[in-house]
């Protein structure tokens, strides 16, 4: 079983910044991509960015140039760098990720999706 656990949300004012933790852990052989989403309050959830599990990033148009997503493979972590943060970024944060849960090299992958429980992240002065 793998669990992915979020971190590091909270109160911040407009014009703050915020770094999310994700990590994953459990039984797995590799973890793939792994991504974050949000959803605002009575809004559906949307992507706010990807990175492989060699590093390469991609990002929704409208989260380009505030917040930068990396990893650590070591300890299986993704983070969120979030900048210059604005009320309307305000919403759970949700990190996902594809985990190869085979029990052996031997055997052929099986991806699972997974999602963290979110956490919350609010921006009010």
């Known amino acids: 079983q793998v669990q992915l656990v979020e971190s590091g949300g909270g109160l911040v004012q407009p014009g703050g910044s915020l770094r999310l933790s994700c990590v994953a852990s459990?039984?797995?052989?590799?973890?793939?991509?792994m991504g974050w989403y949000r959803q605002a309050p009575g809004k559906e959830r949307e992507l706010v960015g990807t990175?492989?599990?060699?590093?390469?990033?991609d990002y929704a148009d409208s989260m380009k140039g505030r917040f930068t997503i990396s990893r650590d493979n070591a300890k299986n972590t993704v983070y969120l760098q979030m900048n210059g943060l604005k009320p309307e970024d305000t919403a759970v944060y949700y990190c996902?990720?594809?985990?190869?849960?085979?029990?052996?090299?031997?055997?052929?992958?099986?991806?699972?999706?997974?999602w963290g429980q979110g956490i919350l992240v609010t921006v009010s002065s």
């Open positions: 996902n990720c594809n985990a190869d849960v085979r029990s052996a090299w031997y055997y052929s992958p099986r991806y699972l999706t997974l």
């Open positions: 459990g039984s797995f052989f590799s973890i793939d991509a």
């Open positions: 990175i492989s599990s060699t590093g390469t990033t």
